[in-house]
Structures are given as C-alpha cells and as structure tokens.
C-alpha cells in the first residue's frame, strides 16, 4: 500500500511541476506583449487550466493502457519513472529550457519498463496500426513519435500561415489600433491556450494513477483494504473497452494541475517570449491560436502532444512570417537540442533508477 501511495504521490509531484513548467509555454506570449501582468496571466491560467482538466480522458487512457505493458509496470517500475521525468523537467526548468514534460514522462516510463522486463523490447508497445485511419492506432510510433515530428510542423507553418494572413488583413490598419484590438482578443487566445494545455498534460498523470491502480489490482494489493477505500480498485479493462478513469483521479490532478500553474515558471516565461523572438499583441493571438488548436486536437485522438513543441514552433512561424531575421537562432538551437534529448535522457536515467532499485531488492 506504501508503494501504492508513493506513486501517486509522485505522478501528483510531476503534474505540479508540469503546472509551473509549461504554464510558462501557455502564458509566456500573454505577459511578454504586456497584454496582462504575469500575476494575472496565472490566475486565468490556473482557472483555464482546471477546466481544460475534466474535458475527455484520451490522452489519460492512452498512458495507462497504449505504450507499455501494464504487467510490468509495477509501483517501483512507475516511481522510477516518474522520479526520472521530474528530474529532467527540473533540469530544463533551471537552464530555462522550454523542454517537453510529454515526453520526459513517455521516455521515463519506457525506460523504467525495458530496465524491469530485462530489456524485453516487446514490453513496449511500439505500433498497433488502427483499423481505419492512422490516428486510431495504439502504441509508440501512433501516439508518440507521430505526433511528436507532425506537431511542431504544424505548429511552425500554422503559425506562419496565420501571421501572414493578419498582416495581409491588417496591412492598413494603424499600429496603435492594432495593438488595441489584439491586445483584447489575446485574452481570448491565451484562455483558449490555457484550456488546450489543461486537456493534454493533465491527463498524463491521470493515466500514470490508473495504470498504478490496475497494477496494483491485478497485483492483489487491494484485497484487504476496508470498504472505504474500495474506489482505489481499478480493474483492467476488456478487450475492445476503454479504461475508465476515475472522478476522483481527475478531480486530484487537476487540482494539483492548477496549483502548480499558480507558482508559474518565470524562467521559460523569460526564453519564450523575449529571448527567442519579440513579439507584439497581434503575434502572440496568433502563435496561442495556433498552439492551442494543436493541442486540443491531439487531445481529441488521444495523443500525448508536447506544450512546448507547439507553441514553441507556432512563436517561431509567427516571428518568420515578418522575417527570417527575427529569430534569435542560439535560443532556438538551445531548444531544439533539449526536444532531441529529452526522450532519450528520460529514458536513459528511468533505465538507470531501476537498476539502482534492484540492485537494493526494490524491484
């Protein structure tokens, strides 16, 4: 049971982390063009947030039951994931670099499952193609690689498309309206920003607490639990179901969700919206809308997307669509190089903590 807690403990340490990690992402366009200040873009980020949390659960039963095999992610095998994915986030967080809390929980958790199984790779759900259409599928290559090289594409030249098409649009308008215009309506994008980021990350560890209770019920650890606390059984769903995840599991994480994008990360707020390319009102509506719809989309079909990567690369398309000049490309570099190794890396120090843990009989 002790396991059990410590789990959950730290998938909720991760997801508060992930609050002030990537709430920097969904705001940092917001407070860089002085639309709000950064204690205001918190709160309506923390309250978007929330919201974003209890809309749909595909991302949520994709960690819990389309990448790894459950059998073996066992409470040792998910804290070592998870303790891997909150050092790379922290690490990043510290360097100021916009890096993905997606992924460092992805490579955390493959990594930990391969170290368990014995470098088993069929522990590792690599591709079940869909019966239709691709994005039905299941697995590595379907849920993550995917869309981990489309989004940020998508993103880029989303972005780009837009800004050219407002500057088109705005061609002659007076710089003062424009600024006052889109300075209103980028309180609309950046809510919006903060609601997509709510349906994506905070179901990653909604999935991480359900796939810990269905190890730990397929274990028999809940067998002699009292009645009152019943609700942390959580059997594996049929062939051909989807796995339910619990109210109570979606109220917790969205809630610490939200506590952390209350503490905000001033550090990649600084990288995004003023180092990489300097925006106005007009820039950041565009790059949050762009943004935003990639990840409420990937959310749609169940897709574990990175924050960063799409607003990261949709700052980019807009700062190119008035020219290729504008980016500062030593930031960019510095970024592109924290996406390359934050699988990997994740993965790498999970792979390593198993070994530790089994080498003191924990796992």
């Given at each position: 049971?002790?396991?059990?807690?410590?789990?959950?403990?730290?998938?909720?340490?991760?997801?508060?982390?992930?609050?002030?990690?990537?709430?920097?992402?969904?705001?940092?366009?917001?407070?860089?063009?002085k639309v709000?200040?950064?204690?205001?873009?918190?709160?309506?980020?923390?309250?978007?947030?929330?919201?974003?949390?209890?809309?749909?659960?595909?991302?949520?039963?994709?960690?819990?039951?389309?990448?790894?095999?459950a059998q073996v992610a066992t409470m040792p095998v998910l804290s070592c994931a998870l303790f891997a994915a909150i050092a790379?986030?922290?690490?990043?967080?510290?360097?100021?670099?916009?890096?993905?809390?997606?992924?460092?929980?992805?490579g955390g958790l493959c990594g930990s499952v391969l170290a368990a199984s014995g470098n088993r790779w069929s522990s590792i759900i690599w591709s079940i193609p869909g019966k239709q259409h691709w994005w039905q599928g299941k697995?590595?290559?379907?849920?993550?690689?995917?869309?981990?090289?489309?989004?940020?594409?998508?993103?880029?030249?989303?972005?780009?498309?837009?800004?050219?098409l407002l500057y088109f649009l705005l061609r002659n308008w007076r710089p003062v309206t424009?600024?006052?215009v889109f300075g209103k309506l980028q309180l609309c994008s950046a809510a919006y920003m903060g609601f997509a980021h709510g349906t994506n990350d905070a179901q990653k560890t909604?999935?991480?607490?359900?796939?810990?209770?269905?190890?730990?019920?397929?274990?028999?650890?809940?067998?002699?639990?009292?009645?009152?606390?019943?609700?942390?059984?959580t059997a594996a769903p049929v062939t051909g179901q989807t796995?339910?995840?619990?109210?109570?599991?979606?109220?917790?994480?969205?809630?610490?969700?939200?506590?952390?994008?209350?503490?905000?990360?001033?550090?990649?707020?600084?990288?995004?919206?003023q180092k990489m390319v300097r925006i106005h009102p007009?820039?950041?509506?565009?790059?949050?809308?762009?943004?935003?719809?990639?990840?409420?989309?990937a959310a749609y079909f169940g897709m574990p997307v990175s924050t960063t990567h799409a607003i990261t690369t949709s700052i980019m398309g807009v700062g190119c669509a008035k020219h290729f000049n504008a980016l500062r490309l030593g930031v960019v570099e510095r970024i592109l190089w924290a996406w390359v190794l934050t699988l990997p890396a994740s993965a790498g120090l999970a792979y390593l903590l198993v070994l530790l843990a089994r080498a003191f009989g924990w796992v």
């Open positions: 049971m002790s396991l059990i807690l410590l789990v959950i403990f730290a998938a909720l340490v991760f997801t508060y982390i992930n609050g002030f990690h990537d709430t920097a992402n969904s705001i940092a366009t917001v407070v860089s063009t709000l200040t950064p204690r205001q873009a918190i709160v309506m980020a923390a309250v978007t947030n929330l919201v974003g949390a209890f809309c749909g659960t595909a991302v949520a039963v994709t960690i819990a039951s389309g990448l790894v095999d790379w986030n922290l690490i990043t967080w510290w360097f100021g670099l916009p890096s993905s809390s997606s992924h460092a929980l992805v697995g590595i290559l379907w849920k993550i690689i995917v869309p981990m090289l489309t989004s940020p594409l998508v993103g880029f030249v989303g972005g780009f498309v837009l800004m050219t424009v600024n006052r909604m999935g991480i607490i359900a796939l810990a209770l269905v190890a730990g019920t397929s274990a028999g650890h809940f067998d002699s639990l009292p009645g009152w606390l019943s609700f942390l059984k796995l339910v995840i619990a109210i109570w599991i979606k109220i917790l994480c969205a809630l610490t969700m939200c506590a952390g994008t209350a503490a905000g990360g001033w550090r990649i707020i600084k990288t995004l919206g007009v820039q950041g509506f565009a790059a949050e809308t762009t943004g935003a719809s990639v990840l409420f989309v």
